[in-house]
């Protein structure tokens, strides 16, 4: 599971949940897929958290540059 990328992990969250949502499943089956979900609900989770992070990173590095801009122009 640790190979699989964001989109296919969304994907396949997707899939898990049509089948959850069918009446003929087995409890143990929809154990067995309500905890491959929560797992790939993780992984989303800290890709989206990771990608959050270097957004901010990004986003401040641009303010730096900027303010330094701004002060070189001002002298």
């Known amino acids: 599971m640790n190979d699989i990328n964001f989109e296919e992990a969304m994907t396949r969250i997707e899939d898990i949940v049509k089948e959850l949502e069918n009446d003929n499943i087995d409890l143990d089956k929809s154990l067995k897929l309500f905890q491959e979900g929560m797992e ?5 989770y800290l890709v989206l958290n990771n990608v959050e992070k270097q ?3 990004i986003l401040n590095d641009n303010d730096i540059e900027k303010i330094k801009g701004d002060l070189s122009n001002e002298q």
Do not use: M, V
């Not at 790939?40 to 989303?44: A, D, T």
């Open 55 to 57: 957004s901010i990173k």
């Open 40 to 44: 790939l609900s993780n992984k989303c």
